[in-house]
């Protein structure tokens, strides 16, 4: 038998001095060097480098940098797969994600390991043992799942947990090792998360005309930024009350923002055909947040209520035309709300400071 074959069937096999062995994971720390190493606003060609390296991926995925694995041939990704910093798989057996996966900083995946005796161990022997994830498991920072551990389906696993033995469906497990905590049951779906709510206490809701005010100055700061919007004339009185009533339909998201216990308007959204016709069952928009509120999520409930209105309105996709490739923040929103990029438009888009920027477009079925 092959090294490699003796890995795959879990035998101990020579990972250290092993040629062959040592030219695949050397190929594989090459391609993880250029994804680290290519800047973040790149994200199709990040992307890309990671498609080429992975076993399998099934829908749309993104991996914060640093990342490392030592084959990348042997990982599965489900769709929405997310993880944070200093994600590491070392994966010379099997690793399988299934769909919405979340990692936090810091987690290790690790099939390897080495035999207890020193004198094996010293020869360079190890094994691997594959490790399996089920669908909608959350890992807080700082978890390492250890070789051959199968972790089922809606699932958290706690912060700094060593995962060493199998974890069930439907349950929160934490600790060293990691220990089934209690289930999770239909209260866990009911608990209202009022942090946010306390700070700002926002809702969102279609617009009446007393709102026109705050969502023409809100749209004029977007357009004024000139990094998101395709628009350089400023809405106006006049010319703002008729933009905003031509849409199929319009939502705010009304909340107290800087303590204040005056509701005010604190973003929006339009909603209209994206063609006519043939195509016109195809829906746009667009979506503005004001300065003081941006990066409290009101963002991601504007998109969830725009998803539902477009539905509603008998839309079957949902697709955004122009997504400003430097707009890091709306793009990573999109692809957890599991919108697929359809590629890149170069020079597509004219910032304020004159450059041309590319866009990517973005679609969603509804």
Known sequence: MTEQEKCAAGLLYDANYNEEILKLRDACKDVCFAYNNTIPSQLAEKK???????????????????????????????????ANHNLIILDGAKVTFGDNVFI?????????????DFKRRNQGLEYAYPITVGDNVWFGAGVHVMPGVTIGSNVVIGAGSIVTKDIPDNVVAVGNPCRVLRPITDEDFKKEYTGFAKLMNFTVRAYIPSDLPRMIAIWNEVVEEGTAFPQTEPLNETTGPAFFAAQTCCGVAEGCADGSDTKEVLGLYILHPNNEGRCGHICNASYAVSTKARGLHIGEQLVLDCMAQ?????????????????????????????????????????????????????????
């Open 104 to 116: 936090a900083p810091d987690c290790g995946f690790h099939t390897a390991g080495h035999p207890i």
């Open 48 to 82: 890309e480098l990671l498609r080429k390296l992975f076993g399998k991926v099934h829908g749309d995925f993104y991996i914060q940098s640093p990342f490392w694995c030592d084959y990348g041939c042997n990982i599965e990704l489900g769709r929405n797969f997310y």
């Open 310 to 366: 477009g539905r509603a309105h008998g839309f079957r996709i949902l697709q955004f035309n122009a997504v400003v490739r430097t707009n890091t923040h709306a793009r990573h929103l999109y692809e957890r709300l599991g919108f697929e990029q359809l590629g890149v438009i170069p020079g597509g888009f004219l910032m304020k400071d004159g450059h041309y920027e590319d866009i990517c477009p973005y679609y969603h079925l509804l």
